[in-house]
T-cell receptor, first 116, second 112 residues
């Protein structure tokens, strides 16, 4: 069973469209994230949710809206897609363990978004 | 200057060689240091985790942290073709992953 699964795997769409990416984790983790990896492989956090509550919202355009219906799911909706949104989007999850340093991030296999 | 600098490579080595990767950083508050491995078309997976300065060994992998120089290293001994991947360093000043800063990743190719 895949621990962190995201769909779709590939997404090709035109500028101006609205699209969603779904993510589910079956690890029982409290915290979920969205990361963006650009063409130069640079991985940057976009959002972090802990128990369905938004913790981090980095400098991401408000065209991007995360939604967490429950702590096992974190979806990403993108409005009015732009060429610069083309990237690989990774969902990840981790335990939330206070006083225990850093818990490993468990990543999905990414959604390759191409905006034409 | 980015918080974490990592030479993207690629780095090609023959099978059996020692692979040496490193990252430098500017934030002296960083105290949690990680190496993630990312195979092509896959998500990154945690390889090594070190807290503060020192060395950590796990099988063929050794992670070193030199906080005085703001420099971390990953060594892979007896490299195998299956080690071919991109290696990303990551670090944080605080517990949890919310402020994790990643390097650009270093692509390694081990030639049989």
């Amino acid at each position: 069973d895949t621990a962190v699964s995201q769909t779709p795997k590939y997404l090709v769409t035109q500028m101006g469209n609205d699209k969603s990416i779904k993510c589910e984790q079956n690890l029982g983790h409290d915290t979920m994230y969205w990361y963006k990896q650009d063409s130069k492989k640079f991985l940057k956090i976009m959002f972090s949710y802990n128990n369905k509550e938004l913790i981090i919202n980095e400098t991401v355009p408000n065209r991007f809206s995360p939604k967490s219906p429950d702590k096992a799911h974190l979806n990403l909706h993108i409005n009015s897609l732009e060429l610069g949104d083309s990237a690989v989007y990774f969902c990840a999850s981790s335990r939330n363990r206070q006083g225990a340093g850093v818990s490993p991030l468990h990543f999905g296999n990414g959604t390759r978004l191409t905006v034409t | 200057q980015k918080e974490v600098e990592q030479d993207p490579g690629p780095l090609s080595v023959p099978e059996g060689a020692i692979v040496s990767l490193n990252c430098t950083y500017s934030n002296s508050a960083f105290q949690y240091f990680m190496w993630y491995r990312q195979y092509s078309r896959k998500g990154p997976e945690l390889l090594m985790y070190t807290y503060s300065s020192g060395n950590k060994e796990d099988g063929r992998f050794t992670a070193q942290v030199d906080k005085s120089s703001k420099y971390i290293s990953l060594f892979i001994r007896d490299s195998q073709p299956s080690d071919s991947a991109t290696y990303l360093c990551a670090m944080s000043a605080e517990e949890g992953n919310n402020r994790l800063a990643f390097g650009k990743g270093n692509q390694v190719v081990v030639i049989p």
